[in-house]
């Protein structure tokens, strides 16, 4: 009987180390299907049957509650009298004839018999209630445990890829990365080793559901925080993001220090800032610009690599016209018009991107026209000379 308990008692400390489990919440479990087990063999409709286990003893005592009540407590919201339940409640008269300080509220407890031939159906039932109980109690410290971490970037190792959908071992729990939120022509591999961004905590019957993203633009935000110390200690904000997960990035940053460059700071001494978390994203590429409460400014600088002449912001409306030399007007626009895209998506403006030869008036147009051929004129007569 002691070699028994010794297991039992280390049979708990380890479900509580594997599990992450404490003790007293294997031992409420224990208590609650030892009731369970007792009610369905010995126990009365609607009775209130508890457990209390002795991890000293191994032994259990079984009881029965009763609620003390009087006939205000028996009254609805509305003043009707209902009906007082034998089993689980007991007036007030008769309560203190138990104990006499009893008041309404006290919960009394009964002893009932201990039947040692629990049997084997009994012994089966409290170890299906204890097996379920204990999966809820991982299931419930699972959610508190990833409740917190949403929104932030968490490690863990693909552990399986099934109808599409990748399966990740983030510690004490499995993360599933669904095909939309996946990088578009990347490779997850298993065993193959990923930061993730968490985007939600679902408790369900079937477990703590932790949902990750790939492709969220925050992932941007939380990676350059773990790169980079300004970004972590408020120095550098990163004011606004525009993403195309797997092909390119733009991101927006501002110094609330005069001292600090804010796009040094992100790209790092040789780049290795940046080119740490281009790596993480197998590849992507990122830009990085200066954000700037100025419209114009702004969008000149969503626009970068390509060199802007002027940018004219419409009226009352959330569009604008970017004036480029014609020979870098591919590049505003960019491959597929992603460049375009990408910064319209950062300033939150529709830009338009102009060649500076299209908005040449007619008139200059014709001046230029005129002292082109001038010029052509002089250096014929030159060379006739």
Do not use: C
């Amino acid at each position: 009987m002691i070699e028994d308990q010794k297991q039992f008692l280390s049979a708990i400390a380890q479900i509580a180390e594997e599990k992450g489990i404490s003790q007293e919440k294997i031992l409420e479990t224990i208590e609650a299907a030892i009731a369970a087990a007792y009610k369905k063999d010995y126990g009365q409709r609607g009775q209130d049957i508890r457990a209390k286990f002795d991890l000293a003893t191994g032994k259990a005592k079984i009881f029965q509650v009763k609620q003390v009540v009087d006939e205000n407590s028996l009254r609805d919201e509305e003043g009707k009298e209902r009906e007082m339940h034998p089993e689980k409640e007991m007036m007030l008269d008769q309560a203190q004839k138990i104990k006499k300080n009893a008041k309404v509220g006290d919960e009394l407890k009964f002893k009932l018999e201990f039947h040692d031939d629990y049997g084997r159906i009994a012994a089966q039932t409290a170890k299906q209630v204890i097996v379920q109980r204990i999966r809820e109690a991982e299931r419930e410290s699972i959610y508190d445990e990833f409740k917190d971490k949403k929104g932030q970037i968490v490690s863990g190792t693909v552990q399986r890829v099934e109808d599409g959908n990748v399966f990740v071992d983030i510690g004490r729990a499995i993360g599933i990365l669904f095909p939309s939120e996946q990088m578009p022509r990347y490779s997850y591999r298993i065993g193959h080793r990923l930061k993730l961004y968490l985007v939600d905590v679902q408790e369900n019957s079937a477990g703590s559901g932790i949902i990750l993203s790939h492709i969220n633009p925050e992932m941007l935000t939380k990676l350059f925080a773990i790169e980079v110390p300004e970004i972590a200690s408020g120095a550098v904000e990163i004011k606004a993001i525009a993403r195309e997960a797997g092909e390119r990035s733009k991101i927006a940053v501002v110094s609330k220090n005069s001292s600090i460059d804010p796009i040094g700071s992100l790209v790092g001494q040789k780049g290795t800032r940046v080119q740490t978390v281009i790596n993480e994203l197998g590849g992507e590429m990122i830009d990085i610009t200066a954000w700037d409460k100025d419209a114009e400014k702004f969008i000149a600088n969503a626009l970068s690599p390509a060199k802007i002449i002027q940018v004219k912001i419409l009226k009352n409306r959330k569009e604008a016209k970017a004036i480029v030399p014609e020979d870098q007007l591919s590049l505003a626009i960019g491959r597929k018009g992603q460049n375009v895209r990408l910064a319209a998506k950062l300033t939150g403006f529709k830009i338009d991107v102009i060649s500076q030869i299209d908005v040449i008036s007619p008139k200059q147009a014709k001046k230029k026209k005129v002292k082109k051929v001038k010029k052509v004129k002089k250096v014929k007569k030159e060379k006739e000379k």
